[in-house]
């Protein structure tokens, strides 16, 4: 099975993207930073196709069986440029028809980071409940911090837990 993290952070090398680096290294799969891509905000006139978000689905639906969406919990939610592509994934119920019946059967899970080991599961629920309309699966989730810039061995405990639900 073929993996990739989609990294959602306002900052490309922060807490989150220290995160996915370790988890990358245990799942020894690829990371895309959507801070790095221009993807506009959805556009009920779909005047936006000419951004980075089309070829980045269709890449994503092609070449990956499980979609790993890593975010920081900005205010009790996902990050704004996570919500910015899921909104996106509209394009793929109306103009990309074709793209989003491939996310069918795809596996979906979830990465939290924040600056501590409560998170509330609610941030979990637009990802749980935006694989079940699409038809994905729902596998697994984690939440992690850091602790003075690094990773625990609990988090790299979860880390390596989390990775091994993946391939159930």
Known sequence: MKSIIIQGSARSDGNTFKVNTYLKQILQCDVIDLNKK??????????????????????????????????PVYWYSMSGIMKNFFDRITDC????????RQL???????????????????????????AEYLGMTYTTQVHTWLENGDLNEEIKE???LFASKLSL
Do not use: W
């Not at 959805?42 to 975010?71: A, E, G, M, R, W």
């Not at 119920?93 to 989003?100: H, P, V």
């Not at 990465?111 to 935006?130: I, K, M, R, W």
């Open 38 to 71: 221009n993807i506009l905000p959805y556009d009920y006139d779909h005047n936006n196709t000419h951004d980075d978000f089309i070829p980045l689905i269709k890449d994503l639906v092609q070449n990956y069986d499980c979609l790993i969406f890593s975010s």
């Open 93 to 100: 119920l109306q103009i990309e028809k074709e793209t989003g």
């Open 104 to 130: 069918r059967g795809k596996k979906l899970a979830v990465l939290s980071c924040s600056t501590g080991p409560e998170v509330n599961e609610s941030f979990y629920d637009a990802f749980q409940l935006s």
């Open 158 to 160: 979860k880390l390596t």
